[in-house]
């Protein structure tokens, strides 16, 4: 296993077009976690899963996004009527989901709107 | 974010130690963490230290906690030009849960 894995790594798009994003967790790793991190800040939670359900989801998560692990394992994080304010890092982890405290991140999505 | 601080910017020199300081408000946080992130690149887990010790040590790091006054300090030995990079506090209130972050300190390894 070869760690978080996120597609695209790059992503421009114009605004007000949908883009969705794809996160491979580590394996056996019930936890995913999405973040968002712009230029010069930290990155801010969005949304977790345990398996396949949502457990959490951000008020930065506006109705225009949505974040789906349909079999537990891979995820999604669709953004429709991209705004330019969407620009930004958008990161996934992971992590074991049995009182593991480390929390593993893969290489990101930069979505540019322009 | 907020609820976590860090000093924006240090430099050192090459073989000298550094020290990077954190200060986090929650004093429900069980779990505090340092990530590592290079240009362009993702998150790297450093090192973490669970709420009920005060010190970690990891080869080159150190991790220093006080709890009483919520300050949390990674030291790196000998540090080099491959640890310039920037570095994350975080913290959590339990495993397995969300992060939260410190809008990261920019070290520079100067030779």
């Known amino acids: 296993d070869t760690g978080v894995s996120q597609n695209p790594r790059h992503k421009i798009t114009k605004r007000g077009q949908n883009v969705t994003f794809r996160c491979d967790p580590i394996?056996?790793?019930?936890?995913l976690y999405w973040y968002r991190q712009t230029l010069g800040q930290g990155p801010e939670f969005l949304t977790y899963?345990?398996?396949?359900?949502?457990?959490?989801k951000s008020r930065l998560l506006s109705d225009r996004f949505s974040a789906e692990r349909p079999k537990g394992s891979f995820s999604t994080l669709e953004i429709q009527r991209t705004e330019q304010g969407d620009s930004a890092m958008y990161l996934c982890?992971?992590?074991?989901?049995?009182?593991?405290?480390?929390?593993?991140f893969g290489q990101g999505t930069r979505l540019t709107v322009v | 974010g907020e609820d976590v601080e860090q000093s924006l910017f240090l430099s050192v020199r090459e073989g000298d130690s550094s020290v990077i300081n954190c200060t986090y408000t929650?004093?429900?946080?069980?779990?505090l963490y340092w990530y590592k992130q290079e240009p362009g690149a993702g998150l790297q887990l450093l090192t973490y230290?669970?709420?009920?010790?005060d010190m970690k040590q990891d080869q080159r790091l150190t991790v220093l906690l006080n709890k009483k006054d919520k300050h949390l300090s990674l030291r790196i030995a000998d540090t080099q030009t491959g640890d310039s990079a920037i570095y994350f506090c975080?913290?959590?209130?339990?495993?397995?849960?969300?992060?939260?972050f410190g809008a990261g300190t920019t070290v520079t390894v100067r030779a």
């Open positions: 982890a992971s992590s074991l989901g049995s009182g593991s405290a480390e929390a593993f």
């Open positions: 394996s056996e790793h019930n936890r």
């Open positions: 899963f345990q398996n396949e359900a949502q457990l959490e």
């Open positions: 929650d004093s429900s946080s069980t779990y």
């Open positions: 230290i669970f709420s009920n010790m």
């Open positions: 975080a913290e959590s209130i339990q495993a397995d849960y969300k992060l939260s």
